[in-house]
């Protein structure tokens, strides 16, 4: 009993330090998702340069300037696969989209870093983007539900979809 009187001042710091990022975490590691998607047998990654136009409708997208000069995928050609980053509130999601036929076939969130957002990680809402494309407008062709309190991921996990379906219509019309 004398002890636990002794940890009594320390609680609320160890209950917040066990608060924060309760559900942050690595989810799967990227080679196992692109080997995923292709069923084991992926193909040699390849590299998208993102400048021009294509930069231009990425920034668009994301609404920030986008950094990196290029991109890693990989493509079969029917199924690209992109793993790309995005910041939720402060820090990056790292999340995987598969593209067929100019469709999402899948969306997972591989790296949650935040503390706050992470239920954008559950089936229930990265189903949503099941064949999902990019209307005419550029935008994705339906409404993403949103999640109560999480209002940041969910928007960098659908900015995330939208660049996907950008990067692969540019090498379906490139080739």
């Keep these: ?7 009594l001042p ?9 608060a924060t990022g309760e559900e942050a975490g690595r989810y ?20 998208l340069w993102v400048s021009g136009g294509l930069r231009g409708a ?6 920030h300037r986008f950094a990196a000069l290029r991109v890693r995928y990989w493509d079969d050609g029917k199924t690209s696969v992109w793993i790309l980053d995005e910041i939720g509130k402060e820090l990056p999601i790292t999340i995987g989209v598969t593209v067929r036929d100019a469709r999402i076939t899948n969306v997972r969130v591989l790296e949650f ?6 239920e954008v990680r559950y089936p229930f809402f990265t189903d949503q983007f099941h064949d999902t494309t990019l209307g005419t407008n550029g935008r994705l062709n339906r409404q993403i539900d949103g999640i ?3 209002t940041l991921s969910v928007g960098a996990v659908t900015r ?8 692969d219509d540019h090498i379906r019309n490139k080739k």
């Excluded at 320390?10 to 066990?18: E, Q, R, S, T, Y």
């Excluded at 990425?58 to 609404?63: A, F, M, P, R, S």
């Excluded at 995330?160 to 990067?167: E, K, P, S, V």
């Design 10 to 18: 320390l609680l609320p710091a160890i209950a917040a330090v066990a």
């Design 160 to 167: 995330i979809a939208q660049t996907a379906l950008i990067f």
């Design 28 to 47: 799967i590691e990227s080679d196992v998702y692109v080997a995923t998607a292709f069923a084991g047998a992926p193909p040699q990654a390849s590299t």
């Design 148 to 150: 109560t309190g999480a």
């Design 1 to 7: 009993m004398r002890n636990f009187i002794r940890l």
């Design 58 to 63: 990425i920034e668009q997208t994301l609404g």
């Design 113 to 118: 870093r935040e503390s706050r957002g992470w």
